[in-house]
């Protein structure tokens, strides 16, 4: 059984006003088995927090790295931690 874990990631750059957290929210869905949200914060960042099997988890946060995303992303801070839970599916806050 894999190994269920949390990842929140701060993203960087020019991803609010471009589908940012819509393209996130789909890209967690495509990949599947993961819950949490996307939220756009006052200071310009998208903060995204995913929960599920750790290589999905690593599959999302690969993506908000890469150069598929919508936008432009300057960098992403993420954190690891424990599973909370009480998220239904995936959300656009």
Do not use: K
């Amino acid at each position: 059984m894999s190994e269920h874990t949390r990842l929140v990631a701060w993203v960087r750059g020019r991803v609010q006003g471009v589908g940012f957290r819509w393209y996130t929210r789909a890209r967690a869905l495509e990949i599947g088995g993961l819950s949490g949200f996307a939220l756009n914060l006052e200071d310009g960042r998208v903060q995204v927090v995913a929960e599920g099997p750790r290589e999905g988890c690593q599959g999302l946060l690969e993506w908000l790295t890469g150069d598929d995303t919508p936008g432009s992303v300057d960098g992403v801070t993420e954190i690891w931690d424990t599973p909370r839970g009480g998220y239904d599916g995936f959300a656009i806050r």
